[in-house]
């Protein structure tokens, strides 16, 4: 509930905000590391102002074989998934005479549908990559999530966001203080660093709270001139002249609560256009995950923001997964739409949009005793986007033989390429870094790809 009397009480000077914006610092998701960051220039590489990406983590480890199904391995059969398996002629052909897709995911077929693929006209813009991971995989969930967020698998006590580090070597957030975001209610850590990237649980709410009126005035108005001395409120505050001199970590105060009021701005000021309404007949999936879809497709239209993350959690399917229908299933459709949507709504966009989605690591290929599936190694990533050329990857006669399945421990689906090799080819190629700001975006990239070197080589799922 808000409470308007916390904005009269709050006195406009650099000490108080600091006294009584701790709250707010921690839901812009900040991380007080290092201030040498802010005097430092880091853009490795001119990137194209209009390029996006939406990244969708699947919390809980999605069972891949349930999704991008490998009819083509006879070890998929009623013997090892006999209260999960999906008859072929339930489930979605793509085409190449090996995979199909659950049902559920029909609605993810408008995008994937192309002459080529499927014979039905399409604009062959979704990659299905199947066996993707990582060397020596941990099957703890908050490992593995820590490792695809950061980019470090091993290293644990690595703190920093892989797609944060993306965002501070090329986009300049202290320049475009909306340049990304998570829409969470809680800090992603792909998106943790020093610079603040905000964490917005619903761009509504995303303000001080008290009336609309008084906290318009709080966060106030930028100078005329930069440091000039007729700003008002917050970011007159902080975006006037600099004081405290011989503090070590002014520059880290002044940019901090300077990006945090003009990012409150940026998103209330796209708030105050109006209700938002999606284009295209575009329906987004009911639920939190469904509005912030749609939150996410608002700001993309409104605001500068570039990348923006979400979860959707529950697909640690110990027992009970489903199998046309169930637990996964509502999952898997709640995606599905998720895209569908994305796509119709977002279409004078998507020739720059990626959309990306993620999960810690696929399930066991043999059914447990519960009527679920339990952690395993390799699983399932989507890739969509205007460059994308569509298809069914790591899944077919070429790359898959029979009894893979239970390739890894004789339990599991090996591996085929490394997460960070898919996010690799989406950084150069669609992003525009070169091999050097790759490295310094994923360090761990160098040493895996010569320990690995097959784990390494793009999909070429992009158009380079």
Sequence with gaps: MKDSSKISHMKCTRREFLRTGSMTALGMGLGFLSPEIFKSKLLANDVGEDTKMIFIFQRGGNDGVNTLIPYGDPEYNTSNRPSLYIPPARAIDLGNGFASLHPSMAPMMEIYDHSSLTGIDGPGNLAVIHR????????????????????????????????????????????????????????????????????????????FSGDPLEVGKFIGQL?????????????????????????????????????????????QEAVAQGPYEPAEGAVYPGGSFGDRLSQIAMLIKRTPVRVLGVNIGGWDTHTNQGQINGRQADLLNQVAQGYQALFRDLQEQWDKLMIVTMTEFGRTSKENGSAGTDHAHAGVMFVAGGRVKGGVY???????????????????????????????????????????????????????????????????????
């Design 223 to 267: 100078p005329g001139t930069p440091q000039g001395t007729d700003g008002t409120g917050l970011l007159g505050t902080y975006g006037g002249m600099p004081d405290f001199s011989e503090k070590l970590y002014r520059d880290l105060v002044y940019g901090t609560g300077l990006a945090l009021a003009n990012a409150m701005s940026i998103v």
């Design 394 to 464: 790591n899944c077919d006669d070429a790359t898959w033989s029979a009894g893979d399945l239970f390739s890894d421990n004789e339990r599991y689906i090996r591996r085929r390429t490394d997460f960070r090799a898919v996010f690799g080819e989406i950084f150069m190629r669609h992003f525009g870094d070169s091999r050097r700001t790759l490295e310094q975006v994923i360090p761990s990239y160098a040493q895996a790809a010569l320990d690995n070197p097959g784990d390494f080589e793009f999909l070429n799922f992009l158009l380079a």
């Design 132 to 207: 993707v991971g990582y060397a020596d995989p941990s099957k703890s969930h908050f490992d593995s999530q820590r490792y695809w967020e950061t980019g470090m698998p091993g290293d644990p006590t690595f703190d920093e966001g892989m797609i944060y580090r993306q965002v501070a070597l090329t986009m300049n957030p202290m320049e475009n203080n909306l340049v990304a975001a998570g829409m969470s209610s809680n800090q992603m850590v792909a998106l943790r660093g020093p610079l603040p990237i905000p964490t917005i649980q619903n761009p509504e709410t995303f303000t």
